[in-house]
Structures are given as structure tokens and as C-alpha cells.
């Protein structure tokens, strides 16, 4: 019998740190999901491409922020589950430029840029993800998303080749941008405007209670679960599919914002997964319309299959 060599063994040596059979479900919103295979952790960002170039090309890697937009599978995820250290969180303003780090949170962002009278970034205050996070899915709210303000990116590629990226060759579109899976952000450079603190301390505060009054931001939730579509919002047809408030297992779809999908507590991925599922298959019953998952789900279900999926989300396994 052929005996599988662990993954640990087969991975580089790292300044960074590795995790076996690390608890991912923890690091995400929804509080589900299995664990990562190993989870690492870069020291720098040496250490990271480093890492990348080193490590054989068959083991699947997955990057993830803080886990707002996530749905773990209850069977896990194989391969390394990279997550940025504190080493890439540094807020720096200098010379017209908010320059942050992939894994600096969208609200501190905000924060800092407040803090030092600069307008525009007020909207990263309703995003409870990281930059990195934002830079992949072009997150955005209260009119404003990040490829507004963004002047230029740093990512590195499965190779651990560093390129910089200006805002043209994201291929940016609604909650999308075109990268190639496979690249981690690593930093960004967003436009510092002068402002006045008055009114940026004014859309701070609206801006949480607008928040506050719509979403269920104090439950176990990933945001919205599924994109508006060219002609309707997500909400309006989850609604119109009379599915505000469907239950399955410990899964709700919320009352108060019906695109969002609520872990009461007992869910397990299967059973967030499964009720989209049924949301969307009772949208299109009613309307024709298929809706497209926001969430990214990501590894494999107990039974080690991956329900459906994008191609790109296919490539997590
Ligand atoms: C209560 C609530 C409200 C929300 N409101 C909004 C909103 O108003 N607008 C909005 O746009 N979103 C919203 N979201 C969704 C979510 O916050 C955003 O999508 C956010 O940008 C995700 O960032 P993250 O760091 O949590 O990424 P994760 O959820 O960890 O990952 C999301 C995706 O980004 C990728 N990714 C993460 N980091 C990197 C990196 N460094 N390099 C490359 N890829 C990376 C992951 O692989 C994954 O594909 C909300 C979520 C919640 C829970």
C-alpha cells in the first residue's frame, strides 16, 4: 500500500507559521465549515513568495480576508489556506495616497482616512471585510466602490512574482474583477482628497446607522448572499419568491433583509448552502431569473462533493 506523505512535509520551510487541521469556520461570519488542511500564515512578504515559488504546483492554495463574504463547507478545504498576518494591516498617509495593506480592515481604513481629513473612503466604514477582500470582489457601498478610489494595486502570483496593478487591468465589474484567481493582494494605493472633517465625521455616522437600520449585522451572516441583477435587486425577488424568513435545519433567510441568509445558532454550511439553494431554484420558479451567488463558497461538503458552484470557485476545492 502506498502511504500519502503529509502535506506538512511537503511544504517549504517558512519564517511564517503553519496550523494543521486549522479551525476555519471561527475566522468566518457564518461561524461554519470545516477545518483548512493547514492553514499559513506569512511572516512578510518574503516570506510569502518565497512560500509560493516553493511549493509544489499540485497542492491548492486558497487566500481569505476575514471571512465576510465566506462560506466554508462542512468537509473543509484541502490544500494551504493563506491568511495575511499582521505584517500586511500597516495604514500609511503620505504624499495624496492612502497606502495600505491587503489585510488592514476596510473600517480602519476608513478610520485612519477620517483621522487625517481625507474624504472618499467614508463608504469602506459599511464594508466589514479587509482590502484584499474589497480588491477581489470590487466591494462597495452607499454609491462608492473600490475601484473608485483605487490607484494602484500589489499582488503576487502563484509563482510569488510581485506585480503592480493599476485599475485598468482589474477588469473591475459589479461585486467582480477579473484577476486570475490564483493572484493574493498584498497592498493598495487609494486617493487621499482633502476633505472636511466636519462632513467626513457626518458620513462616518450615517453611514454606520443606515447600516445599523437595514442590515442584521449582529448575527452570524455573510452579507448579501446573492448579486443584483441588471434589471432587479436580489431582495425584491427573494421577496417576490415569498422566501423572507424560510428556514433550513439551523439556516433563516433573514426577515429583516431578505437577501441576507442567518446561522440561527445549529446551521451547518450544508444547510446555509442548501437554503440558496432553495432560494434560488423558488426565484427562478418565479420569476425566470437565475440568481448568482455573492457568497464565494469555498472546500468540500462532508460527503466530499462541492454542490454547485462558479468554475472559479471550483478552482478552491
Ligand atoms: C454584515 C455584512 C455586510 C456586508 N456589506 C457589504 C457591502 O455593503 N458591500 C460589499 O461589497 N460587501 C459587503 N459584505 C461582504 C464582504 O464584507 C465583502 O465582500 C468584503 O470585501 C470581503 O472581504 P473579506 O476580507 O472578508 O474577504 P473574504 O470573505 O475572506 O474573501 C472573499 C473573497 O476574497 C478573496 N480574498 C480575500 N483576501 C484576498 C487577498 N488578499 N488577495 C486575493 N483574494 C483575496 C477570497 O479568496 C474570497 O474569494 C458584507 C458582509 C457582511 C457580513
Not at 461570519?29 to 492553514?39: I, L
Not at 474624504?119 to 466602490?145: D, Q
Request: glycine fraction near 12%.
Amino acid at each position: 500500500m502506498i502511504k500519502e506523505t503529509p502535506l506538512l512535509e511537503r511544504l517549504p520551510t517558512v519564517n511564517g507559521e503553519y496550523v494543521e487541521n486549522f479551525n476555519l469556520g471561527r475566522m468566518t461570519w457564518f461561524k461554519v465549515g470545516g477545518p483548512a488542511e493547514v492553514a499559513y500564515t506569512p511572516a512578510d512578504l518574503t516570506d510569502l513568495r518565497h512560500f509560493l515559488l516553493e511549493t509544489p504546483r499540485d497542492i491548492p492554495i486558497t487566500v481569505i480576508g476575514a471571512g465576510s463574504n465566506l462560506l466554508v463547507r462542512d468537509g473543509g478545504v484541502a490544500g494551504v489556506v493563506i491568511r495575511l498576518g499582521a505584517r500586511f494591516s500597516k495604514i500609511e498617509i503620505r504624499d495624496g495616497i492612502v497606502k495600505t495593506g491587503a489585510m488592514a480592515m476596510d473600517i480602519q481604513v476608513a478610520r485612519a482616512a477620517a483621522r487625517a481629513d481625507i474624504t472618499g473612503l467614508e463608504f469602506l466604514s459599511g464594508v466589514p471585510g479587509t482590502i484584499g477582500g474589497a480588491l477581489r470582489m470590487n466591494a462597495g457601498a452607499y454609491g462608492s466602490e473600490i475601484q473608485d478610489v483605487l490607484v494602484r494595486a500589489r499582488a503576487v502570483d502563484r509563482d510569488g512574482v510581485l506585480t503592480v496593478l493599476l485599475p485598468d487591468s482589474f477588469g473591475f465589474s459589479y461585486r467582480h474583477c477579473a484577476v486570475p484567481e490564483d493572484w493574493i493582494f498584498v497592498g493598495a494605493d487609494l486617493i487621499a482628497r482633502p476633505g472636511d472633517p466636519a462632513k467626513i465625521a457626518a458620513r462616518m455616522v450615517e453611514i454606520a446607522s443606515a447600516r445599523g437600520d437595514a442590515q442584521p449585522i449582529r448575527t452570524r451572516t455573510s452579507g448579501s448572499t446573492f448579486k443584483n441583477t441588471d434589471s432587479a435587486k436580489a431582495w425584491e425577488l427573494i421577496d417576490q419568491a415569498g422566501c423572507r424568513g424560510l428556514i433550513i435545519g439551523g439556516a433563516r433567510v433573514s426577515e429583516q433583509h431578505c437577501n441576507f441568509l442567518i446561522n440561527t445558532g445549529s446551521a451547518t454550511a450544508g444547510d446555509l448552502e442548501n437554503l440558496g439553494e432553495e432560494v434560488r431554484r423558488r426565484v427562478h420558479e418565479q420569476s425566470a431569473v437565475t440568481l448568482e451567488w455573492e457568497v464565494k463558497r469555498i472546500g468540500v461538503s462532508h460527503d466530499g462533493s462541492r454542490g454547485s458552484e462558479t468554475p472559479e470557485e471550483a478552482r478552491h476545492g
